[in-house]
């Protein structure tokens, strides 16, 4: 029943920064851990951070000190922060939510984010 809307991806060039969002257009308090993941062209899908309710934040090694990421629980907005960006970047972010209980997952459609050179 919860709904995954992302926007905020576009093409910027090397160095540059983006702010991901991510809203839940439903049954927001079934929301627990939600989180960004990425997919390259050709690639695996790949954690880029996590952060609970409480805002608890992990990332993957390489969105370390660049990315943050953020949460409005009121809102049921997530939010990825981009900053010092470089091609290798590039792919499409997923938003993901966890419900209680750890049963279901749900994605959003995707965003596509392109660094270039």
């Known amino acids: 029943q919860v709904q995954l809307v992302e926007s905020g991806g576009g093409l910027v060039q090397a160095g540059g920064s983006l702010r991901l969002s991510c809203a839940a257009s439903r049954s927001r308090f079934a929301i627990n851990v939600m989180g960004w993941y990425r997919q390259a062209p050709g690639s695996q899908r790949d954690l880029v951070a996590t952060i609970t309710r409480s805002g608890n934040a992990v990332y993957a090694d390489s969105s370390q000190s660049r990315f943050t990421i953020t949460r409005d629980n009121a809102m049921g907005t997530l939010y990825l922060q981009m900053n010092s960006l470089k091609p290798e970047d590039t792919a499409v972010y997923y938003c993901?939510?966890?419900?209680?209980?750890?049963?279901?997952?749900?994605w959003g459609q995707g965003t596509q984010v392109t660094i270039s050179s």
């Open positions: 993901n939510a966890v419900l209680y209980g750890g049963v279901s997952s749900i």
